[in-house]
T-cell receptor
Framework: QQQVKQSPQSLIVQKGGISIINCAYENTAFDYFPWYQQFPGKGPALLIAIRPDVSEKKEGRFTISFNKSAKQFSLHIMDSQPGDSATYFCAANTDKLIFGTGTRLQVFP | DTAVSQTPKYLVTQMGNDKSIKCEQNLGHDTMYWYKQDSKKFLKIMFSYNNKELIINETVPNRFSPKSPDKAHLNLHINSLELGDSAVYFC????????????FGSGTRLTVV
């Protein structure tokens, strides 16, 4: 019940395309859903986050879509750039952050 | 000025040794954490401390002992290191126990040989 399932494991997108990463959860006590971006040799960095009373949040090229009834949320990266190539983690929080398994995104020029 | 800093960045040691990793945050946060990232990049919480008190201990072997001398510091001591302890260890902090926006350090890559 504490798991957060993430897919796909890896994603290859052409520059300018849309990258979509999906996550699902079971525990309805989760009250905060962040996405983290991790570059090699660095720690995860908070990218964007949403609370369950909102269905969508947009910050620049990054959008979270949240479906409370389906217990699913996704990250959309519009106009993907080679600099977006990184590992992305969804997460869910109650008293601790539970992370998804990660998605390695590669954006080719 | 680094918000969450960990030392050392790399640690190579032999099986059976004891080692420590230090973490400091200058964000004024009340809560600090240790996460372990394995070779498949899976991030799993190990411990959390709130104002120097242990809040979460996620069934980590008792060879791992966290210590928080004050709310800005959380150190991790590991006794009798095993090959399976090889991983990247991340320290993180948050405003309080309910704030999900964690700030992570850059990690300590521990290799046990």
């Amino acid at each position: 019940q504490q798991q957060v399932k993430q897919s796909p494991q890896s994603l290859i997108v052409q520059k300018g395309g849309i990258s979509i990463i999906n996550c699902a959860y079971e525990n309805t006590a989760f009250d905060y859903f962040p996405w983290y971006q991790q570059f090699p040799g660095k720690g995860p960095a908070l990218l964007i986050a949403i609370r369950p009373d909102v269905s969508e949040k947009k910050e620049g090229r990054f959008t979270i879509s949240f479906n409370k009834s389906a217990k699913q949320f996704s990250l959309h990266i519009m106009d993907s750039q080679p600099g977006d190539s990184a590992t992305y983690f969804c997460a869910a929080n109650t008293d601790k952050l539970i992370f998804g398994t990660g998605t390695r995104l590669q954006v080719f020029p | 000025d680094t918000a969450v800093s960990q030392t050392p960045k790399y640690l190579v040691t032999q099986m059976g040794n004891d080692k420590s990793i230090k973490c400091e945050q200058n964000l004024g946060h009340d809560t600090m954490y240790w996460y372990k990232q394995d070779s498949k990049k899976f991030l799993k919480i190990m411990f959390s401390y709130n104002n120097k008190e242990l809040i979460i201990n996620e069934t980590v072997p008792n060879r791992f002992s966290p210590k928080s001398p004050d709310k800005a510091h959380l150190n991790l001591h590991i006794n009798s290191l095993e090959l399976g302890d090889s991983a990247v260890y991340f320290c993180a902090s948050s405003r309080d126990t309910t704030a999900g926006g964690y700030t992570f350090g850059s990690g300590t890559r521990l290799t046990v040989v």
